[in-house]
């Protein structure tokens, strides 16, 4: 199609060979879309100060330096170390592609980040960031591996940074399975039972 930009992978790797490298979790994450368990994952309270690259092809794509805590229950970083490393297309697979909800609410509709280099999933951005970019880029552990830091010659040894909080708000991947869902309003109600309590 003229004037479509082609974001297929500059690197196509062999799939078996990707299942016996990769863990089956990492596997599922980065070539079939899944998203790993919350709170449970290897680099959600992560401090150590260093560089997360793709899992798959080694690129680097997140600095400790913008990782920050979310509240959300997987790694968040509010940029990226080089955007010509990712690609970004919409993505409405929370709602099964259900056209219906998504003209009732346009906001279900969410922007997947991948690695341009391979096309790995890496997870999703929001516009519910900290300062200065107003980013959360929302990435799966499973798809990251991470180098650290090393010490300056003759100097101290590396420690952990202290992340800083800024809670999302807006909508994203979420419950205990791991699976992508959208935050229900709740309404709460007061029932009067006619019944004393003693």
Not at 6 to 16: A, E, M, Q, R
Request: with cysteine; hydrophobic share 30%; aromatic share 8%.
């Amino acid at each position: 199609m003229p004037g479509k930009e082609d974001d297929s992978p500059l690197i196509v790797y062999d799939k078996t060979e990707l299942r016996a490298r990769l863990t089956v979790t990492q596997y599922q994450v980065t070539q079939e879309h899944h998203t790993e368990r919350q709170y449970t994952n290897e680099f959600y309270k992560h401090s150590m100060p260093g560089t997360y690259s793709c899992v798959v092809c080694g690129i680097e794509h997140f600095s400790s330096k913008t990782k920050y805590d979310s509240g959300s229950g997987w790694p968040s970083f509010w940029d990226v170390i080089d955007k010509a490393n990712i690609r970004s297309r919409s993505d409405a697979s929370a709602v099964g592609g259900n056209l219906l909800r998504i003209v009732a609410d346009p906001s279900l509709i969410r922007t997947e980040v991948s690695c341009r280099t391979c096309g790995s999933h890496l997870g999703h951005v929001f516009k519910d960031g900290p300062k200065p970019t107003g980013l959360r880029y929302c990435v799966n552990s499973a798809s990251l591996s991470f180098a650290a830091a090393e010490a300056e010659a003759g100097g101290e040894e590396v420690k952990a940074e202290e992340l800083i909080s800024h809670p999302a708000t807006l909508g994203g991947c979420g419950g205990v399975d791991g699976v992508c869902k959208r935050v229900s309003k709740m309404t709460i109600k007061t029932v009067t039972t006619g019944q004393s309590v003693n």
